[in-house]
Structure formats: C-alpha cells, structure tokens
Nanobody, 125 residues
Framework: VQLQAFGGGSVQAGGSLRLSCAASGRTLSIYYMGWFRQAPGKEREFVITVKWNSGTTYYADSVKGRFTISRDNAKNTVFVQMNSLKPEDTAVYYC???????????????????WGQGTQVTVSS
C-alpha cells in the first residue's frame, strides 16, 4: 500500500485546513486509515483514524470537536477537516494505514504498517 498525503499549510489560530490521503496498491488490506502528527522535539502522536469498512472513527481528545475524518471508499481516500486550529496543532502530519490483526488498537502507532510522507501544518497565534 502506498499513501500520498495532500493539504497542510499555514494558517492563523482559529482557521481551518483540510488534509487528504490517497491510498494505492493493495488497498483491500486496509483496516484502519488515519493520521498521526509529530511536533518538533516530541514523539509522534495519534490524531484521528477511521475503520475502513464500517466508518467507525476514533479521535484524540485534543482534537475532538475540531477535527473530522471522512472517507471515500471508491477513491481510497480519507479526508480530515481541521477547524478551530490552535498553535499547539502545529506539527508534521503523517497519513497511515493499518492492516487487520487480532486485537488491533487503532490509536497505537505500532499497528500501522504503511506511512505516507509528512505534510506540515503550521498554526500561528
């Protein structure tokens, strides 16, 4: 599976951005698809993900009510609408996809098998 991320950029606090991630290759193996982020000097952290078949979503507490994930199964693409952005949302955002495994925890970095290139999101105060 190959992942290509689009979107990102620079906005002022309170603004909005939209990220998208298109999957290609063995897309039938995708079980979860979502986003992590990494700020300078910090570890990569879970942001948001969607269970590919059912559409069940999972959000980090820090983005609940502000970020929304959606998917287009026909295009093998996920979208993240990021509203009410804060300076602490500044990070490199990585798209990721996980294949099925028993007991998979969708918020864990370690279960994601495939990663896209990062895209920078910068929120200024």
């Amino acid at each position: 599976v190959q992942l290509q991320a689009f979107g990102g950029g620079s906005v002022q606090a309170g603004g909005s951005l939209r990220l998208s991630c298109a999957a290609s290759g063995r897309t039938l193996s995708i079980y979860y698809m979502g986003w992590f982020r990494q700020a300078p000097g910090k570890e990569r952290e879970f942001v948001i993900t969607v269970k590919w078949n059912s559409g069940t979503t999972y959000y980090a507490d820090s983005v609940k009510g502000r970020f929304t994930i959606s998917r287009d199964n026909a295009k093998n693409t996920v979208f993240v609408q990021m509203n009410s952005l804060k300076p602490e949302d500044t990070a490199v955002y990585y798209c990721a996809a996980a294949s099925y495994r028993l007991g998979i925890l969708p918020t864990a970095h370690s279960v994601y098998d495939y990663w896209g290139q990062g895209t920078q999101v910068t929120v200024s105060s």
